[in-house]
Structure formats: structure tokens, C-alpha cells
T-cell receptor, first 113, second 110 residues
Framework: KAGVTQTPRYLIKTRGQQVTLSCSPI?????VSWYQQTPGQGLQFLFE???????NKGNFPGRFSGRQFSNSRSEMNVSTLELGDSALYLC????????????FGPGTRLTVT | EDQVTQSPEALRLQEGESSSLNCSYT??????LFWYRQDPGKGPEFLFT?????EEKEKERLKATLTKKESFLHITAPKPEDSATYLC???????????WGAGTKLIIKP
């Protein structure tokens, strides 16, 4: 079966701009979680959506937001970009959520200059 | 505070040289412990879930074990293709979201 896809794979933005990242989960998976990965902080949980509802949220500022559509595809948005937002953003889909086997996409590499 | 610590940060082995990676955790009640493998430029790939002390799971050259304070990922006779970063994550009973360790970078030399 097709895996998790994320678009775009690479992105370069300027401070102050906003960005939208997209994630298409595995067919049949209703849970989509977003993570930020940096060399210094490792994997950090952003939020999880399940059947179009945000079920859990990590400790990130309100500039980070997301949504999930009826077909389970998800988007995350970062407004007013800061240099520290440069990271690999990973999306993971699963049947039941973080407590079950998660399938990760390849990630979107965001660079903020 | 819930915490996950992985050691060592990096491990270099010769092909065929068995070893173990450690994941120590401090949580108020364990719901589950997860092992993932991450190759450069890719997202993590699920390996195992362990739920209770004494539980063991195996997959090819990998074997994961769990005690009340830590988990070990044993690698038997590794091959160069086992080279990757191995991540451990814990889900506490009191907190739904996963807490991730920093990972162990494993390098297997032919």
C-alpha cells in the first residue's frame, strides 16, 4: 500500500513569512501526528488530528497550527517564521494514534533565512 | 518529570559484533515503549512496542526487552545495513503524547 507522503520535500523561507506543509496519510488511517525534528531537540510533538479533530497538542506557540480534512489529509501552518523554526517536519499516520504503530513520511525540510 | 534517555549517543561496531542499545525512562506509569529506526533523509520506521516488564520482541537480528526502568535493543551479528539512528519513545499513562529519546546512532563497519 502507498506510504505517507509529504509535500513539499524542501522549502526555503524568509523570517516573517508563513508556510503551509501538507501530509497525505495511508489510506484508512484516521490519525495524523506532526513532529518537529532538530539536531538539538530531537523529535518534538506538535499536534495530532483524529477524524478532523485536534486530539492533542504539544508545547509549541500559537504560530503553529494545523487542520485535517474529511479525507484525512492534513496540513500544518507556521506563521511569522523565525530562524529557530528551521527543522525537519515529520508527519505520521496511524490507525489509533501515537500509542499505536505510526508510519512516518519522509518529512519536509524547512530552512528559514 | 517524564523523561527518556538513550545511551550511548553513538556506537561503532564491526560487522558481526553484537551489542546493545539502552533506553532509560522515568514516567509515572508506563502505557507503552516504542522503538523506531531512522535512516538519513527518511522518517522513522516502526520496530517494536513493549507494554510490560519482562516482555521481549524479536525481528531478524533485533531483540527488544523491557524492565520497569529501561529497555534494551540487542543487535546480534549486525550487518552494515543495520546502520541507522535508533529512537526510543515512551507513552505514559498520565500523558497521551509520546516522549522521545535523542536516539543512538549505530554504525556497522564491513
Amino acid at each position: 500500500k502507498a506510504g505517507v507522503t509529504q509535500t513539499p520535500r524542501y522549502l526555503i523561507k524568509t523570517r516573517g513569512q508563513q508556510v503551509t506543509l501538507s501530509c497525505s496519510p495511508i489510506s484508512g488511517h484516521r490519525s495524523v501526528s506532526w513532529y518537529q525534528q532538530t539536531p538539538g531537540q530531537g523529535l518534538q510533538f506538535l499536534f495530532e488530528y483524529f477524524s478532523e479533530t485536534q486530539r492533542n497538542k504539544g508545547n509549541f506557540p500559537g504560530r503553529f497550527s494545523g487542520r485535517q480534512f474529511s479525507n484525512s489529509r492534513s496540513e500544518m501552518n507556521v506563521s511569522t517564521l523565525e530562524l529557530g523554526d528551521s527543522a525537519l517536519y515529520l508527519c505520521a499516520s496511524s490507525l489509533e494514534g501515537q500509542g499505536s504503530e505510526q508510519y512516518f513520511g519522509p518529512g519536509t525540510r524547512l530552512t528559514v533565512t | 518529570e517524564d523523561q527518556v534517555t538513550q545511551s550511548p549517543e553513538a556506537l561503532r561496531l564491526q560487522e558481526g559484533e553484537s551489542s546493545s542499545l539502552n533506553c532509560s525512562y522515568t514516567v509515572s506509569g508506563l502505557r507503552g515503549l516504542f522503538w523506531y529506526r531512522q535512516d538519513p533523509g527518511k522518517g522513522p520506521e516502526f520496530l517494536f512496542t513493549l507494554y510490560s516488564a519482562g516482555e521481549e520482541k524479536e525481528k531478524e537480528r533485533l531483540k527488544a526487552t523491557l524492565t520497569k526502568k529501561e529497555s534494551f535493543l540487542h543487535i546480534t551479528a549486525p550487518k552494515p545495513e543495520d546502520s541507522a539512528t535508533y529512537l526510543c519513545a515512551v507513552q505514559a499513562e498520565s500523558n497521551y503524547q509520546l516522549i522521545w529519546g535523542a536516539g543512538t546512532k549505530l554504525i556497522i563497519k564491513p
